[in-house]
């Protein structure tokens, strides 16, 4: 996964990440792994704002922004990577100046598009890692199915009023999003659009970033088969155990996908 990796870190590096690197599951082998990965962000709103920003300063080397859309002043409640100066403008053109500017040394690069079933395997190519930050089923699916045909962990959430959710799909160790989703739920676009409190998508994206950074490092235990569910009007984290489902179209015993489409 780790690759071209150095085998030193400069004197600014040493005291950028210096209380990193005192961890004892960190230090200056597993920052060398931080700084030789790569990872891309699907969706650029309140999850991918609070992930992407604290993946950058944890120091992923490279980092990729999927969206397509502009920043309007209903985002600025949650998604706290841009600011009224960038209202407008183009999601992926804000994040990625806010990120570089955050840390030089690293490479953020943003790809203003929509996930489809036809670029998906292009844009995802060059990537250890997928983040999954969008806001649709149908993205969501399409992750977790190109995971699936390039071997590649799927670090998901959704976050929805109160309440988020948090996994790592990943078909080689235990289910994908299809097994617990085998088609496209039928969601109403207004329980889509029910609202999400800010904070609560930021702690669910800094989750994510967590899982990733897990991920690279081989440290701790993923939430691979599992789904920690958060709920900020009680406090409460609360973990479903998942199962993989020997007859998912994708990941299955006999699959009978084996090419992306769209959902």
Request: glycine share 10%.
């Amino acid at each position: 996964m780790m690759k071209n990796r150095g085998d030193k870190l400069s004197n600014e590096e040493l005291e950028r990440y210096a209380r990193q690197l005192a961890i004892p599951e960190i230090g200056v082998e597993g920052q060398l792994r931080l700084k030789s990965a790569s990872v891309l962000i699907v969706g650029a709103g309140g999850l991918g704002s609070a992930a992407g920003l604290y993946l950058a300063a944890a120091g992923i080397g490279r980092i990729g922004l999927v969206d397509g859309d502009t920043v309007e002043p209903g985002n600025l409640q949650r998604q706290v990577l841009y600011d009224e100066s960038v209202i407008g403008e183009l999601k992926v053109e804000a994040a990625c100046g806010r990120l570089q500017g955050l840390i030089s040394a690293i490479h953020v690069e943003g790809i203003n598009a929509r996930l489809t079933a036809e670029n998906a395997l292009e844009l995802t190519r060059d990537f250890d890692i997928l983040v999954d930050c969008s806001d649709n089923f149908a993205t969501r699916i399409l992750v977790s199915d190109v995971c699936v045909l390039t071997h590649k962990p799927d670090v998901f959430a959704a976050a929805s009023r109160w309440q988020g959710q948090v996994s790592v799909f990943d078909a080689r160790r235990g289910p994908c999003y299809r097994c617990l989703f085998p088609s496209l739920p039928a969601v109403k676009a207004a329980q889509l659009a029910a609202g999400i409190l800010g904070s609560v998508a930021g702690t669910i994206g800094c989750l994510q970033a967590a899982e990733v950074i897990k991920l690279v490092l081989g440290a701790g235990v993923p939430l691979i088969g599992r789904m920690l569910e958060f709920n900020a009007l009680d406090q409460k984290f609360e973990e479903v155990r998942l199962k993989k489902n020997p007859n998912c179209a994708i990941c299955g015993e006999s699959p009978s996908l084996t090419r992306l489409v769209d959902a």
